[in-house]
């Protein structure tokens, strides 16, 4: 796992960064490849704090972005954006491979008779 943290237009402090690591690290138990990551954070007139989250895993990458006016609460609603696309590509991935399976059952009892 390699994530990498840009703070633009504003102060780096380790609590945003070790806050931005452990959320968008937990995220490593739904891929099956090591997950890299480039988490942006910058704030806009001193009020708006956005976050933007990229990952790579493998033949994947996921993409997502908040805005808000508290940093941590970008944080946690960009993980759970990245979250519910991890989810619904491996539920689709897993739906496509019991069909594929089916496909053959269905194949191979047809053959049978």
Not at 24 to 34: A, M, T, V
Not at 57 to 84: P, Q, W
Request: hydrophobic share 35%.
């Amino acid at each position: 796992m390699n994530i990498a943290i840009t703070f633009r237009h504003m102060e780096a402090t380790e609590a945003v960064r070790g806050y931005a690591t452990e959320k968008i690290g937990k995220l490593q138990r739904f891929l099956r490849q090591p997950m890299k990551g480039h988490v942006a954070v910058s704030t806009q007139n001193h009020r708006l704090h956005h976050v933007e989250v990229a990952l790579q895993s493998g033949g994947e990458h996921f993409h997502a972005h908040e805005t808000s006016e508290d940093m941590y609460a970008s944080i946690d609603k960009v993980t759970d954006k990245l979250e519910r696309q991890i989810r619904s590509v491996k539920e689709s991935t897993i739906k496509k491979g019991a069909e594929r399976t089916s496909d053959r059952l269905m194949a191979d009892l047809a053959g049978e008779e």
